[in-house]
């Protein structure tokens, strides 16, 4: 990398927003990129980890690298037998696959597996005709040792159905639509009498049919084995139409970021129910790291809460399990949310400790109340708090949600100080999830 950035240095300002697989902005603007040579950073580094969580792959920097001249770096990147001519055109991609999904056999807690079968719809009329069931796209061990709970299978007809054809108006305008990420939309349902949580997946910009299945059969693998009070629940699925469909149990208090920023007019939470999520959050991570799975995308939008506060990990579309848990493991495609990515995440590292330092920006979202970037302020990043409070610059209590009006200056300075060490950047001296779970529970009021 350091070969790398000596090359493009001179040329940093080429665009890399050219790319297929770069469909936002960069976390840094134009103007801050001056400010970055006269502190001695590099902008070209800068560049390429923001622009390295975009899906982007190698190949996709090689075409770039390219198409603007920059032969020599190109090379760098290349294998040993490929050669980069100095009057090429070149337009292909090398390709570089990625490192598929490991299954889990770890036995150190143990884990009870949902079945999926293929069920009657639970809408279907008794007397009406309806054709086969539709295939599943992935089918787990239906042997009767497992649990007696099963994943329902529901018609793709059904659930535009209950979803009012997938209104896509919000739900404050008399819609169905409750949210949405990067993978599908979120749609509010009723099956039954019980309201659910429809999420439709739909190819966004830069994501392929391929991603989408893969996305689909990852969170049901993974909830099929995972099953705990803090990680939402799934409660069946949809293969059969155009776009695979995930049906999940409601959760009327939406996501902890939307609740932080007080959206649709709802009431701040307080400190000491913050204090509870914290911990309730850290025991869902530390379930699946006790499990063998790293979640990889940890953050406040993917936190659920329900009527009760209690809250739920959602979102397992990237989980990876993995046979030897306490080995990295490496990929060539970076994906996650860059604001919340741990320094090893992205340069392609896979560790359960990137999920603790995920969710050391959480904790100071908790504290805080802020976005974890927001463009409109210095620093940017939430996480770069931490940097004027080692200067001593500002306290922590500066920081505080000032929507919160039942917090103390101790509680504060304990849930910041589990945050700093969440968010070393040597994951090394980072604790492990079930440090952080002891420490947090001392702090709940």
Known sequence: MDSLTTLVQEDWTLN??????????????????????????????????????????????????????????????????????????????????????????????????KQVTTLKPVLAQDNEQQPSAPPCLYQENNSPELSDKDFLSFWFHELESITNNFDERPESAGGNKLGEGGFGVVFKGCINGRTVAVKKLAAMVDVSIQDLKQQFDQEIKTLAKCHHENLVELLGFSSDGDQPCLVYEFMPNGSLLDRLACLDDTAPIPWSTRCKISHGTANGINFLHENNHIHRDVKSANILLNEAFVPKISDFGLARASVKFTQTIMTDRIVGTAAYMAPEALRGEITPKADIFSFGVVLLELITGLSPVDENREPQLLLSITEEIEDEEKTIEDYVDEKMSDWDTTSINKMYTIASQCLSEKKNRRPDIKMVQQHLQKIIP
């Open 16 to 113: 890399m927003s050219e790319a297929i697989c770069s469909s936002s902005r960069t976390f840094i603007p134009d103007r801050r990129f001056e400010g970055l040579i006269q502190m001695g950073k590099s902008p070209t580094m800068e560049l390429l980890f923001d622009w390295g969580t975009s899906n982007c792959t190698v190949s996709d920097l090689v075409d770039i690298l390219i198409k603007n001249q920059l032969l020599a770096p190109a090379t760098l990147l290349l294998p040993d037998d490929v050669q980069v001519a100095n009057d090429i055109t070149w337009q292909t991609t090398i390709p570089f696959s990625s490192q598929e999904t490991m299954p889990i056999c770890g036995k150190q807690v143990p884990v009870q597996e």
